[in-house]
Protein backbone atom coordinates (compact mmCIF):
# COMPACT_ATOMS: atom_id res chain seq x y z
CA UNK A 1 0.00 0.00 0.00
CA UNK A 2 1.51 3.26 -1.15
CA UNK A 3 -0.35 5.18 1.04
CA UNK A 4 -2.04 7.07 -1.85
CA UNK A 5 -5.52 6.77 -2.50
CA UNK A 6 -7.73 7.32 -5.72
CA UNK A 7 -11.79 6.90 -6.21
CA UNK A 8 -13.45 5.43 -8.37
CA UNK A 9 -11.67 2.11 -8.79
CA UNK A 10 -13.83 1.64 -11.75
CA UNK A 11 -15.67 4.16 -13.67
CA UNK A 12 -17.87 3.22 -16.78
CA UNK A 13 -19.21 6.13 -18.65
CA UNK A 14 -20.65 7.14 -22.08
CA UNK A 15 -19.48 9.14 -24.97
CA UNK A 16 -20.08 12.69 -24.41
CA UNK A 17 -20.41 12.38 -21.03
CA UNK A 18 -17.90 14.55 -17.84
CA UNK A 19 -16.58 12.63 -15.13
CA UNK A 20 -14.23 13.35 -12.28
CA UNK A 21 -11.29 11.14 -10.62
CA UNK A 22 -10.44 11.94 -7.11
CA UNK A 23 -6.67 11.09 -5.44
CA UNK A 24 -5.47 11.81 -1.98
CA UNK A 25 -2.02 11.89 -1.99
CA UNK A 26 0.03 10.36 0.97
CA UNK A 27 -0.33 12.25 4.51
CA UNK A 28 2.21 15.01 4.23
CA UNK A 29 2.97 14.90 0.59
CA UNK A 30 2.26 18.36 -1.79
CA UNK A 31 2.52 17.17 -5.08
CA UNK A 32 0.35 15.48 -6.88
CA UNK A 33 0.49 13.64 -10.83
CA UNK A 34 -1.70 12.47 -12.47
CA UNK A 35 -0.51 10.08 -15.41
CA UNK A 36 -2.71 8.01 -18.22
CA UNK A 37 -2.01 4.51 -18.78
CA UNK A 38 -3.13 2.93 -22.14
CA UNK A 39 -2.69 0.63 -24.68
CA UNK A 40 -2.03 3.01 -27.32
CA UNK A 41 -0.03 5.72 -25.90
CA UNK A 42 1.55 3.92 -22.96
CA UNK A 43 2.11 5.58 -20.01
CA UNK A 44 1.78 9.47 -20.32
CA UNK A 45 2.47 12.34 -17.91
CA UNK A 46 -0.89 14.70 -17.59
CA UNK A 47 0.22 17.12 -15.35
CA UNK A 48 1.85 18.29 -11.96
CA UNK A 49 0.33 19.89 -8.99
CA UNK A 50 2.38 21.60 -6.38
CA UNK A 51 0.61 22.89 -3.27
CA UNK A 52 -2.19 24.07 -5.01
CA UNK A 53 -0.49 25.25 -8.29
CA UNK A 54 -0.17 24.19 -11.32
CA UNK A 55 3.74 23.29 -11.93
CA UNK A 56 3.97 21.46 -15.40
CA UNK A 57 2.09 19.83 -18.17
CA UNK A 58 2.37 17.23 -20.48
CA UNK A 59 0.32 15.54 -23.09
CA UNK A 60 -3.49 16.54 -21.41
CA UNK A 61 -6.34 16.80 -23.87
CA UNK A 62 -7.73 20.55 -23.34
CA UNK A 63 -10.86 18.56 -22.59
CA UNK A 64 -9.48 17.73 -19.83
CA UNK A 65 -8.51 20.03 -16.34
CA UNK A 66 -7.22 19.14 -12.81
CA UNK A 67 -7.24 21.21 -9.49
CA UNK A 68 -5.31 20.83 -6.27
CA UNK A 69 -7.54 21.63 -3.36
CA UNK A 70 -6.47 23.13 0.18
CA UNK A 71 -6.62 19.65 2.24
CA UNK A 72 -4.12 18.92 -1.12
CA UNK A 73 -6.59 15.95 -2.65
CA UNK A 74 -6.89 16.32 -6.50
CA UNK A 75 -9.97 15.82 -8.73
CA UNK A 76 -8.77 15.22 -12.30
CA UNK A 77 -12.01 16.00 -14.53
CA UNK A 78 -12.43 15.00 -18.06
CA UNK A 79 -15.22 16.24 -20.28
CA UNK A 80 -16.93 15.66 -23.95
CA UNK A 81 -15.07 11.73 -22.98
CA UNK A 82 -14.41 9.80 -26.77
CA UNK A 83 -13.66 6.00 -26.52
CA UNK A 84 -9.80 6.65 -26.73
CA UNK A 85 -10.10 8.43 -23.61
CA UNK A 86 -10.92 4.56 -22.31
CA UNK A 87 -7.71 4.16 -19.72
CA UNK A 88 -5.71 3.79 -16.41
CA UNK A 89 -5.57 6.82 -14.84
CA UNK A 90 -2.88 7.33 -12.28
CA UNK A 91 -2.29 9.51 -9.44
CA UNK A 92 1.21 9.54 -7.58
CA UNK A 93 2.58 12.06 -4.78
CA UNK A 94 5.69 13.28 -3.52
CA UNK A 95 6.73 15.34 -0.92
CA UNK A 96 7.95 18.20 -2.75
CA UNK A 97 8.98 19.45 -6.22
CA UNK A 98 12.67 18.33 -5.24
CA UNK A 99 14.65 20.35 -8.32
CA UNK A 100 17.86 20.17 -6.08
CA UNK A 101 16.74 16.11 -5.13
CA UNK A 102 14.46 13.97 -6.01
CA UNK A 103 11.80 12.59 -4.17
CA UNK A 104 10.21 9.78 -5.32
CA UNK A 105 6.55 8.85 -6.76
CA UNK A 106 4.19 7.04 -4.20
CA UNK A 107 1.25 5.59 -7.02
CA UNK A 108 -2.47 4.94 -5.94
CA UNK A 109 -3.61 1.86 -7.49
CA UNK A 110 -5.61 4.02 -10.44
CA UNK A 111 -8.97 4.59 -11.57
CA UNK A 112 -9.75 2.37 -14.87
CA UNK A 113 -12.11 4.50 -16.64
CA UNK A 114 -14.25 2.83 -20.01
CA UNK A 115 -15.91 5.09 -22.23
CA UNK A 116 -18.78 3.25 -23.85
CA UNK B 1 13.09 16.52 -26.21
CA UNK B 2 13.46 13.00 -24.79
CA UNK B 3 12.66 9.29 -25.67
CA UNK B 4 12.83 6.10 -23.60
CA UNK B 5 12.83 3.23 -25.88
CA UNK B 6 12.38 -0.30 -24.05
CA UNK B 7 13.27 -2.79 -26.56
CA UNK B 8 11.40 -6.04 -25.77
CA UNK B 9 7.68 -5.61 -25.28
CA UNK B 10 7.78 -9.23 -23.48
CA UNK B 11 10.72 -11.41 -21.85
CA UNK B 12 9.90 -15.15 -21.21
CA UNK B 13 11.80 -16.98 -18.64
CA UNK B 14 12.37 -20.00 -16.67
CA UNK B 15 12.35 -19.57 -12.69
CA UNK B 16 16.11 -19.26 -11.71
CA UNK B 17 17.77 -18.10 -15.00
CA UNK B 18 19.21 -14.45 -15.26
CA UNK B 19 17.30 -11.83 -16.90
CA UNK B 20 17.99 -8.58 -18.57
CA UNK B 21 15.59 -5.93 -19.50
CA UNK B 22 17.01 -3.28 -22.11
CA UNK B 23 16.17 0.24 -21.93
CA UNK B 24 18.09 3.21 -24.21
CA UNK B 25 16.87 6.89 -23.75
CA UNK B 26 17.69 9.97 -25.61
CA UNK B 27 18.23 13.23 -24.10
CA UNK B 28 19.95 16.47 -24.89
CA UNK B 29 20.37 17.47 -20.71
CA UNK B 30 21.49 15.28 -18.51
CA UNK B 31 18.15 13.12 -16.80
CA UNK B 32 17.78 11.00 -14.32
CA UNK B 33 17.12 7.46 -14.91
CA UNK B 34 13.85 4.67 -12.95
CA UNK B 35 12.95 1.40 -13.34
CA UNK B 36 9.46 0.72 -12.21
CA UNK B 37 7.74 -2.25 -11.41
CA UNK B 38 3.68 -3.60 -12.05
CA UNK B 39 2.19 -5.61 -10.89
CA UNK B 40 -1.32 -6.82 -11.58
CA UNK B 41 -4.25 -4.40 -10.99
CA UNK B 42 -1.54 -2.12 -9.20
CA UNK B 43 0.29 0.68 -9.28
CA UNK B 44 3.77 1.29 -10.21
CA UNK B 45 6.66 0.99 -7.56
CA UNK B 46 9.31 2.17 -7.96
CA UNK B 47 12.41 -0.40 -8.25
CA UNK B 48 15.61 1.48 -8.63
CA UNK B 49 16.92 5.00 -9.67
CA UNK B 50 20.13 6.42 -10.98
CA UNK B 51 20.56 10.28 -9.71
CA UNK B 52 24.42 10.77 -9.69
CA UNK B 53 27.79 9.17 -8.50
CA UNK B 54 27.73 5.21 -8.74
CA UNK B 55 26.40 4.00 -12.06
CA UNK B 56 25.43 0.40 -10.75
CA UNK B 57 22.58 0.65 -8.60
CA UNK B 58 20.92 -2.02 -6.65
CA UNK B 59 17.52 -3.21 -5.69
CA UNK B 60 16.27 -4.59 -2.06
CA UNK B 61 15.10 -7.62 -4.09
CA UNK B 62 18.28 -8.49 -6.09
CA UNK B 63 17.85 -6.27 -9.20
CA UNK B 64 20.62 -4.18 -10.69
CA UNK B 65 20.67 -1.66 -13.51
CA UNK B 66 23.90 0.01 -14.66
CA UNK B 67 23.47 3.37 -16.18
CA UNK B 68 25.96 4.06 -19.51
CA UNK B 69 26.46 7.50 -20.23
CA UNK B 70 28.47 6.72 -23.73
CA UNK B 71 25.61 3.94 -24.91
CA UNK B 72 22.66 5.67 -23.09
CA UNK B 73 21.67 2.91 -21.73
CA UNK B 74 19.90 1.55 -18.31
CA UNK B 75 19.37 -1.73 -18.35
CA UNK B 76 17.88 -3.74 -15.52
CA UNK B 77 19.47 -7.05 -14.63
CA UNK B 78 18.69 -10.58 -12.51
CA UNK B 79 20.77 -12.88 -11.92
CA UNK B 80 18.09 -15.27 -10.58
CA UNK B 81 14.48 -14.52 -11.40
CA UNK B 82 11.44 -15.95 -9.05
CA UNK B 83 8.27 -16.37 -10.25
CA UNK B 84 6.91 -13.53 -8.18
CA UNK B 85 8.94 -11.19 -10.55
CA UNK B 86 6.45 -11.73 -13.36
CA UNK B 87 5.25 -7.95 -13.89
CA UNK B 88 5.09 -5.37 -16.21
CA UNK B 89 8.83 -2.99 -15.85
CA UNK B 90 8.42 0.51 -17.01
CA UNK B 91 12.02 2.34 -17.72
CA UNK B 92 11.80 6.22 -17.05
CA UNK B 93 13.87 9.20 -17.20
CA UNK B 94 12.86 12.44 -15.86
CA UNK B 95 14.94 16.15 -15.99
CA UNK B 96 14.05 18.98 -14.14
CA UNK B 97 12.09 21.71 -15.93
CA UNK B 98 10.68 25.07 -14.39
CA UNK B 99 10.29 23.45 -10.99
CA UNK B 100 8.97 20.39 -11.87
CA UNK B 101 10.32 16.75 -13.08
CA UNK B 102 9.04 15.45 -16.37
CA UNK B 103 9.13 12.13 -16.53
CA UNK B 104 9.06 9.95 -19.95
CA UNK B 105 8.07 6.54 -19.77
CA UNK B 106 9.54 3.36 -22.20
CA UNK B 107 6.29 1.39 -23.37
CA UNK B 108 7.13 -1.13 -20.80
CA UNK B 109 8.22 -4.91 -20.56
CA UNK B 110 6.07 -7.60 -19.56
CA UNK B 111 8.38 -10.05 -17.28
CA UNK B 112 7.36 -13.83 -17.52
CA UNK B 113 9.00 -16.42 -15.33
CA UNK B 114 7.98 -19.47 -15.83
CA UNK B 115 8.29 -22.83 -13.73
Known amino acids: DSGVTQTPKHLITATGQRVTLRCSPR?????VYWYQQSLDQGLQFLIH???????AKGNILERFSAQQFPDLHSELNLSSLELGDSALYFCASSASIAVISYNEQFFGPGTRLTVL | AQSVTQLDSQVPVFEEAPVELRCNYS??????LFWYVQYPNQGLQLLLKYLSGSTLVKSINGFEAEFNKSQTSFHLRKPSVHISDTAEYFC?????????????FGRGTSLIVHP
Open chain 1, 27 to 31: SGDLS
Open chain 1, 49 to 55: YYNGEER
Open chain 2, 92 to 104: AVSRASGGSYIPT
Open chain 2, 27 to 32: SSVSVY
